[in-house]
């Protein structure tokens, strides 16, 4: 650039980048950022679905911080997220090894791992109350007994997480085979001339290219699994007292069945401020590991 040369006018330069982001904020503000400050005003307030009542400040929340039927609901959250979050990543990078290894016959390996992915809820959940069927079901059948899964208080959230993970792990599967495709052969082939094999070549370079995917994998699954609703409201609603009853199943009854929408929306704001919390210290924690394991 010469000394006559024009400065580039910066106004233009970023118009068409303005342009390119107008849509998606515009949709963000419509549909995320005005709806979750009306949230917030409405858990301020003593509300029903019909109308807006008195602002009354904190007092929802003080109520919800005494209230054991919302911790209750917190607690099978995070133990639906406990038996589903390791086992998802674990599943799934088990699935896209084996998918990756048997080259034949990737493409109808990948196909029957993903496809129950792609079900619909209700087919999923009418899926898993067939085969859990007391009298009938393929369970019962294959174990020899017969017992009442959904209906039983200590079998109830595990078999709904089984479910789940059955439901979602090609997810994870489609994750980590395209973390696995983006490794070089040439590493793998290199080390094979030095000698090593199977589970060497894992630890040495599968692992550690694979570590972005995992940490990924990890955050997304527990935000997921931590916004658990559809399955417990469909194959246990809530049931049996109360065991299955995660957080956003209680912020619904709360709301469309007491029709206190005040107070359900404090139960949403205080759950998002849990998991929002509860993700920055799971990815800061997998940054810390991966740091210490490099």
């Not at 417990?232 to 956003?248: A, C, D, E, Q, S």
């Amino acid at each position: 650039m010469t000394p006559d040369t024009p400065l580039p006018d910066r106004k233009t330069d970023t118009l068409p980048a303005w342009l390119l982001l107008a849509p998606f904020l515009l949709a963000f503000t419509l549909f995320f950022a005005l709806p979750a400050l009306q949230t917030l005003w409405l858990s301020l307030t003593e509300s029903s679905l019909t109308r807006t009542s008195a602002f009354v400040g904190l007092a929802n929340y003080h109520t919800l911080l005494n209230d054991p039927a919302f911790w209750d609901s917190v607690g099978n959250t995070f133990y639906f997220a406990l038996l589903t979050v390791i086992p998802l990543c674990a599943i799934g990078l088990l699935m896209a090894l084996l998918v990756d290894r048997f080259v034949r016959v990737q493409g109808l390996l990948q196909g029957v791992f993903f496809l129950p992915f792609v079900l619909p809820i209700s087919v999923m959940t009418l899926i898993a109350s067939w085969m859990l069927q007391p009298s009938s079901g393929v369970v019962n059948h294959v174990l020899g007994t017969d017992r009442a899964w959904l209906a039983d208080p200590y079998w109830a959230l595990p078999v709904v997480a089984i479910s789940t993970v059955w439901w979602t792990v090609g997810f994870n599967m489609l994750l980590f085979l395209a973390g696995l495709r983006n490794i070089p052969k040439e590493l793998y082939e290199a080390a094979s001339l030095d000698g090593a094999s199977g589970f060497t070549l894992f630890r040495a370079i599968t692992w550690p290219a694979l570590r972005p995917v995992v940490a990924t994998a990890l955050v997304l699954q527990m935000i997921a699994s931590l916004k658990v609703f559809g399955q417990t409201y469909i194959l246990t609603t809530g049931g049996p007292f109360n065991t299955t009853r995660v957080t956003l199943h209680y912020m619904y009854e709360t709301a469309f069945t007491q029709s206190d929408a005040g107070y359900a929306a404090a139960i949403a704001m205080a759950f998002v401020a849990i998991v929002v919390l509860l993700s920055l210290l799971q990815a800061a924690a997998v940054r810390w590991l991966a740091g210490r394991s490099a």
